[in-house]
């Protein structure tokens, strides 16, 4: 427990700092913040909100009373999570902010930021500045108060118990684990009518991606190099209660040395790679509750806990072993790593279980891939092969006119089984026209997790016939700027629809047998549809020869189209292409024949239909690039409907329309 007065109450102290407008005497402080790494002070984004608005790059300055000798230091503002910095209200999980330091060479102590991906509850010791309303001579003073946290609110939202005060000024400052010492979150805001007050979880820093990685390994390095307080020679980690109980156990210091070292090598490829290293070191077993967002080695290390208790020191060695393999197998050098995890492994009494590090092998898709063409095709994921697949679900409002959806999240991290990450919290659904808006944050986040190094997530969008000419494939998100986002979303990745009605008879042989046909199929060929002066009949689509993929020179949601796609969808056919735009004369033109003939050359182009979803994302991409020859498949939307994986969430109950 952390006690006032105490060495580790000392440094956390010395850590706190508060930040006020450069170069004013006697300036009324923002708000408290806290170094986390060399030069870098973590806070709450409505402190500074206020002031930098319109002007991010402005100087301000960061004081603390161990920092400089109390005299304040020009900083500005690095990044922070606010999507609208005009917003009046700022939500838990966009209320961080980065402030970096002008001078690179200042001397100060840092907070030892928690590893592991929980929403921390339970006692805590809060830090930060605050007005002197005693006339002692100095206008802004050290505070400190023992609180704790007993609801998660929301996304990154922590609620305090009531019976912890807050004064104004230590917004953005620390809550420090008083069993670990670790931090666990950032002050958000006061009491408010009857409870505590907020907190933002630490966990919310992950949201910042890459400077969030930076942020981490710049800190794990600080600390790896043993610093020592000038004051008292004091270590932090080496104030740490050790807090487990069992024999040889994975201690702070081994913590302190493991993440020092990983800090040290090549970021991690993707999300993927840090995942699945987690899990193979836990022997295939998952930690509890939804994926993480994994930016670094260290969001590995952090998996491997139970609640808050380590796993034992051969998980975290197997771990570190199979992070060294991987990036050694990518040309990099992680000999100081190999080596402390022998030496550590050496230090553990049971020898029986050594082998569970030293024969840790790289899982195959891990390895590295052979060179491949630049431009080759990647071949849509199967159930169960290890690949991420995000299917949103759109389930029509029943009732509503005109059309809204609630719409849900899943993720198939590649097991073959998905799990819910997001759903519609609004009472009434989305309109058509805002899904594209709305999903934006939350998919940019599974995207985040489930891309792969040069391997996108599929996202597959589940809707009722009647909207299958949703232009998915031209969404486009502001929150995935990372990923490009001077192309569209089909230009990303690969795009696929599913048809919402199959979600409630995966058992339809004839889907099933059509499918197992597309399998085994060599040459696919173009079927052009609706055929002139010819009845949609779902008896004459099912004749067809399974090599036979449907393509439609008109919209699939409305006239002749619909009735065309429902026969073919009713025949069990599981791929189809058509155009979602116009067919404005009622036979068809110039442009129809282009586009069959196109579409056959591209059916027969590939050697498997699994290689068609990125076939197309590839034309697309090459349509941002401004290939003119390839703007006939701009309108072309894909039914790609793999009864091996099913669309998710069908035994959820119809929900209707509010009255």
């Known amino acids: 427990m952390i006690e006032a007065g105490s060495r580790l109450d000392a440094l956390a102290r010395a850590a706190t700092v508060h930040l006020l407008p450069a170069g004013v005497d006697n300036a009324v402080q923002w708000g408290s913040g806290f170094f986390v790494a060399p030069g870098l002070v973590v806070t709450a984004a409505h402190v500074l909100r206020p002031r930098l608005v319109g002007r991010q790059d402005m100087e301000f300055a960061v004081r603390g009373d161990a920092l400089n000798n109390g005299i304040p230091l020009p900083a500005r503002l690095e990044t922070w999570l606010l999507r609208d910095p005009a917003c009046e209200s700022v939500p838990a999980d966009e209320d961080l902010a980065l402030v970096r330091l002008l001078d690179p060479d200042v001397e100060h102590e840092c907070l030892w930021l928690v590893d592991r991906a929980v929403e921390y509850t339970g006692p805590l010791r809060v830090y930060g500045y605050r007005p002197d309303e005693r006339p002692t001579g100095k206008r802004i003073v050290p505070w400190s108060v023992d609180a704790d946290i007993n609801v998660v609110d929301g996304a990154g939202g922590l609620r305090f118990r009531p019976d912890a005060e807050f004064p104004p000024g230590v917004s953005g400052g620390p809550l420090v684990d008083a069993d670990t010492g670790a931090v666990v979150g950032v002050v958000k805001s006061r009491r408010t009518r009857s409870d505590g007050g907020a907190a933002v979880s630490s966990l919310a820093l992950r949201e910042f991606g890459t400077h969030y990685r930076q942020l981490v390994e710049a800190h794990d390095r600080w600390h790896a190099s043993l610093p020592e307080s000038p004051d008292t020679g004091d270590n932090w980690i080496d104030l740490q209660a050790g807090e487990l109980g069992q024999d040889n156990p994975w201690t702070p210091a081994d913590r302190r040395t493991a993440l020092g070292l990983l800090a040290r090598l090549p970021p991690p490829g993707d999300a993927h790679a840090v995942r699945r290293l987690a899990v193979v070191a836990r022997s295939y077993s998952r930690w509890p509750g939804a994926n993480p967002p994994l930016h670094s080695w260290r969001d590995g290390h952090g998996l491997l806990y139970e609640g808050r208790r380590p ?349």
């Open 311 to 659: 796993l034992s020191p051969l998980i975290f060695l197997r771990y570190l072993a199979l992070v060294a393999a991987y990036v050694t197998a990518r040309g990099a050098d992680a000999t100081l790593l190999d080596a402390w995890v022998k030496e550590r492994l050496r230090a553990h009494p049971d020898r029986s279980m050594h082998a569970l590090v030293t024969d840790a092998r790289l899982p195959d898709e891990l390895r590295p891939a052979p060179e491949e063409p630049l431009h080759a095709v990647v071949p849509y994921p199967t159930a169960g092969d290890g690949r991420t697949v995000v299917t949103v679900v759109l389930d029509p409002v029943i009732g509503a006119v005109p059309t809204r959806f609630f719409w849900q999240i899943w993720v198939d991290d590649g097991t073959g089984e998905a799990l819910l990450e997001a759903a519609d919290q609004s009472d009434e659904g989305q309109p058509p026209e805002a899904l594209a808006q709305v999903l934006g944050l939350p998919l940019a986040r599974v995207f985040r997790a489930g891309d792969r190094e040069g391997m996108p997530a599929p996202l597959e969008v589940a809707l009722p016939v009647d909207e299958f000419d949703t232009a998915v494939h031209r969404w486009r998100f502001a929150a995935v700027a990372a990923l490009d986002d001077h192309q569209y979303l089909g230009a990303q990745r690969q795009v696929v629809l599913r048809d919402l009605a199959r979600r409630l008879e995966p058992d339809n042989d004839a889907w099933l047998a059509r499918w197992q046909g597309l399998g085994q199929a060599g040459v696919l060929t173009a079927h052009r549809a609706p055929e002139h002066g010819r009845t949609p009949q779902a008896d004459r689509y099912a004749r067809l020869p399974a090599t036979h993929v449907p393509v439609l020179c008109r919209p699939a949601g409305r006239g002749l189209g619909k009735r065309t796609m429902a026969a073919f969808l009713d025949s069990g056919h599981a791929v189809v292409l058509w155009h979602i735009d116009g067919h404005a004369a009622r036979g068809c033109g110039e442009d129809c024949d282009v586009l069959h003939a196109r579409a056959a050359g591209l059916l027969d182009s590939i050697g498997s239909v699994t290689e068609l979803p990125d076939s197309i994302r590839l034309l697309r991409e090459e349509i941002a690039a401004r290939r003119e020859d390839r703007r006939w498949a701009e309108p072309l939307a894909l039914l790609y409907d793999d009864p091996g994986r099913p669309v998710p969430g069908g035994d959820l109950d119809v929900v209707d329309a509010p009255q």
